[in-house]
Nanobody
Framework: QVQLVESGGGLVQAGGSLRLSCAAS????????MGWYRQAPGRQRELVAT?????????ADSVKGRFTISKDNAKNTVTVYLQMNSLKPEDTAVYLC????????????????WGQGTEVTVYS
């Protein structure tokens, strides 16, 4: 069983900041990639920021210079953060944590896991 638990969403005025957290736990052998997507009403899900399998970061053009992804590797869990500064109303969406990982052992299955989502609303 793998869990991605997100927190940190909320209501913020344009220009403000929020920090999202996503904690991965469970029967995880390794995480190949982990990051954040978002989905606004009536729009497709889009990548926001992610750590790639090589350990580098990848950002959507719309958030470059404003959002920063970071991670903390602790015993039995990995937490990924998304620091969001200079928020704009167009950043309003449900933000979902995503991880591509291998379950249990080095021979375990590959899995794509999603969190339940955390809502971010930016008002002008």
């Amino acid at each position: 069983q793998v869990q991605l638990v997100e927190s940190g969403g909320g209501l913020v005025q344009a220009g403000g900041s929020l920090r999202l957290s996503c904690a991965a736990s469970g029967s995880i052998f390794s995480i190949n990639a982990m990051g954040w997507y978002r989905q606004a009403p009536g729009r497709q899900r889009e990548l926001v920021a992610t750590f790639t399998s090589g350990g580098s970061t990848n950002y959507a053009d719309s958030v470059k210079g404003r959002f920063t992804i970071s991670k903390d590797n602790a015993k039995n869990t990995v937490t990924v953060y998304l620091q969001m500064n200079s928020l704009k109303p167009e950043d309003t969406a449900v933000y979902l944590c995503n991880a591509n990982l291998r379950v249990s052992t080095s021979f375990g299955p590959l899995k794509v896991a999603w969190g339940q989502g955390t809502e971010v609303t930016v008002y002008s």
